[in-house]
C-alpha cells in the first residue's frame, strides 16, 4: 500500500473561491485526494510536507494542444514517419508536465495509441484527452496540399504527424465523426472557418454546410459527447453555436450579440492568444509558410478584445495555447497575455474549473476536493498578485504532483 502524503498549512487556490483558502491541509493516497481539512490531519505514518508561505494548486489544464506539432509547417509535419513524431510527442509532452500542466486536450492529430502508451507507463506526461483527427472539408484548415498538389487527401490520414482528415458531403462527415470515435476519440473536432496554417482557405471561409456540421454534431451526441469547432468570424461562430457545437476553439473575432448567443447556449471558449504573439515573432524562422504569416494579424489584433467581449456576455473560457514546434517554451505565457484585460482570479479558472467543465471532467481534475486526482502544483508566492509565477518553465514550482506520483519535489 502506497504511503499517505500530508500537504500542510497550505493556502488552497483552484479557482472555486476568489480569494482561495488559507492554513489547510490535504490528504492524499492512491493517487486520489482523501481529506481536505482546516484542522491537521491524524496520520502517523503519513509523508508531511509543510507548505507554509506557498501556493497549493490544482495541476494545470491546457485544452488546446497539438501533441504531434514538432513543427509550424503542418504539412511538412504530415509526412514524417511515426515513429519519430511519437517520439517528439512524447518530449513536447513531457516539457509541459514540468511547466505544471497534468492534463492536456489535444485537438487535432493525436491518436489513442499515445493515450494508451501513457496508460502502460511507457512514458511520462500530461493525462491526454484526444479528439483524433480533425475533420476538415477539402480546401479546409486541415488541407495542407498548396494549388498544385492534386494528391488524393488520404495520403495523410492515417499519419501520426497528420492534423486531421478530410471528408466532403453528409454521409462521409457522419462516417468520418463515427470512425474517430471507434478510434478512441473523445470529442470530435472540427475546422469550420479558415485558418493561419493551411494554405487554401482564408479566415473568413466558412468550410462545411450547415448539414455537415449538424450531422456531425448528432453523432458526437449520439456517442455522448460535443463537438469542438476551430473558428475565428463572429459570422462562423454565431452559425456553429445554433448547429450545436459545444467548444469554440480561438473566437478572436466574435462580437457581443454572438457572445451572448453562446452564453445562452451553453458554448464554451477557448482561446489561445498566445500563439499569435509567437507565430508573429518566430514563426517564420520555425518553417511557417509566407501565405501564412500574411494571415496572423487578421486574428492576433483583436485577440485581447474578444476576452472582454466574452467576459461581458458571462461566457466561460477555457485556458488554451495552440502553439507548434519550438514555440511550445511560451505555454505558460497565455497567462500574463490574459491577465492584462481579465482579473487574475478568472484567469485561474481558466486552467482550472472551467477547463475541467469543458473536457468533462469536473470534479476529478481542476479541483482541490476529495475524490479528485492528485494533481498539484506548489507555487512560491501568490500566482493572484502575479501571474507570472507560473511561467517560466515551472521555476517557481518546487513541487510537481500527478496522479499522486511526484514529477518534481524540491521541498523534502
Known amino acids: 500500500m502506497t504511503q499517505a502524503i500530508i500537504f ?35 496520520d502517523g505514518g503519513a509523508r508531511r510536507i509543510d507548505l507554509k508561505g506557498r501556493t497549493l ?66 512514458y511520462v506526461g500530461p493525462r491526454l484527452v484526444i479528439c483524433g483527427k480533425a475533420l476538415s472539408q477539402t480546401g479546409g484548415h486541415a488541407d495542407f496540399r498548396g494549388r498544385y498538389d492534386n494528391r488524393k487527401p488520404d495520403y495523410q490520414t492515417h499519419q501520426l504527424g497528420s492534423l486531421g482528415r478530410i471528408c466532403d458531403g453528409i454521409d462521409a462527415c457522419r462516417a468520418a465523426a463515427r470512425d474517430e470515435i471507434r478510434q478512441g476519440a473523445q470529442f470530435v473536432k472540427i475546422m469550420a472557418n479558415g485558418g493561419i496554417a493551411s494554405p487554401t482557405d482564408p479566415i473568413a471561409f466558412l468550410g462545411f454546410s450547415d448539414a455537415e456540421i449538424a450531422a456531425i454534431v448528432e453523432e458526437a451526441h449520439n456517442a455522448q459527447t460535443y463537438v469542438a469547432a476551430h473558428l475565428y468570424t463572429d459570422e462562423g461562430i454565431a452559425r456553429a453555436v445554433k448547429l450545436g457545437v459545444r467548444s469554440i476553439e480561438h473566437a478572436n473575432l466574435v462580437q457581443a450579440a ?49 476576452l472582454e467581449i466574452m467576459r461581458e456576455a458571462g461566457v466561460t473560457m477555457a485556458y488554451g495555447t495552440d502553439l507548434l514546434g519550438a514555440m511550445h517554451r511560451h505555454q505558460s505565457e ?42 498539484f502544483i506548489v507555487v512560491d508566492g501568490d500566482p493572484l498578485v502575479d501571474l507570472s509565477l507560473l511561467t517560466g518553465q515551472g521555476r517557481n514550482m518546487p513541487v510537481i504532483m500527478k496522479n499522486g506520483d511526484f514529477i518534481k519535489n524540491e521541498l523534502n
Open 8 to 42: 500542510e498549512n497550505a493556502r488552497l487556490l483552484d479557482g472555486s473561491s476568489p480569494e482561495g483558502e488559507h492554513d489547510r491541509f490535504v490528504r492524499i493516497e492512491g493517487g486520489l485526494i482523501r481529506e481536505v481539512s482546516d484542522r491537521p490531519i491524524a
Open 57 to 122: 494548486m490544482p495541476g494545470l489544464i491546457d485544452c488546446h494542444v497539438h501533441v504531434i506539432a514538432n513543427s509550424a509547417n503542418f504539412g511538412q509535419n504530415a509526412l514524417l514517419p511515426d515513429a519519430l513524431v511519437a517520439l517528439q510527442a512524447v518530449k513536447l509532452m513531457g516539457e509541459m508536465l514540468h511547466r505544471g500542466f497534468t492534463t492536456v486536450r489535444d485537438v487535432g492529430g493525436a491518436t489513442y495509441a499515445l493515450v494508451e502508451a501513457q496508460e502502460q507507463g511507457l
Open 258 to 306: 454572438t457572445a451572448r448567443l453562446m452564453h445562452e447556449r451553453g458554448a464554451i471558449a477557448c482561446p489561445t492568444l498566445v500563439t499569435y504573439e509567437a507565430l508573429n515573432n518566430e514563426g517564420a524562422s520555425y518553417g511557417l509558410p509566407p501565405s501564412s504569416v500574411a494571415k496572423i494579424d487578421d486574428v492576433r489584433l483583436r485577440g485581447l478584445e474578444s
Open 334 to 375: 497565455e497567462f500574463v497575455i490574459r491577465g492584462r484585460v481579465l482579473p487574475a482570479i478568472e484567469v485561474i479558472r481558466s486552467a482550472t474549473v472551467n477547463a475541467a467543465e469543458l473536457i468533462g471532467m469536473t470534479g476529478k481534475i481542476g479541483t482541490i476536493k476529495p475524490d479528485a486526482y492528485a494533481d
